[in-house]
Nanobody, 116 residues
């Protein structure tokens, strides 16, 4: 069983920045892909960014150029650096991991609110 713990959410003004962290209870080398999803009220959960064990990344079109996903294997942690935040970025952000054995894990989520 893999546990994922997110941190770093909060309230920020438009144009501001936040960095989310996702700490895994196992070596993230064992995880095929890790990513960040977000869900706003009344909307489906959407993929924001993901990174594979090989370092390949993908981003939602809405965050390209503003968000950066990275991983620190030594710390078993994945980060999401969010710059130039917009009100439409407001959502609960959840860390997700997929093992090579196709098991899927979720963190508890962290609230990001972008408002003036």
């Amino acid at each position: 069983q893999v546990q994922l713990v997110e941190s770093g959410g909060g309230l920020v003004q438009p144009g501001g920045s936040l960095r989310l962290s996702c700490a895994a209870s196992v070596s993230i080398i064992e995880l095929y892909i890790m990513g960040w999803y977000r869900q706003a009220p009344g909307k489906q959960r959407e993929l924001v960014a993901a990174i594979t064990s090989g370092g390949s990344t993908t981003y939602a079109d809405s965050v390209k150029g503003r968000f950066t996903i990275s991983r620190d294997n030594a710390k078993n942690t994945v980060y999401l650096q969010m710059n130039n935040l917009k009100p439409e970025d407001t959502a609960i952000y959840s860390c997700n991991a997929r093992s090579l054995t196709l098991l899927n894990y979720w963190g508890q989520g962290t609230q990001v609110t972008v408002s003036s």
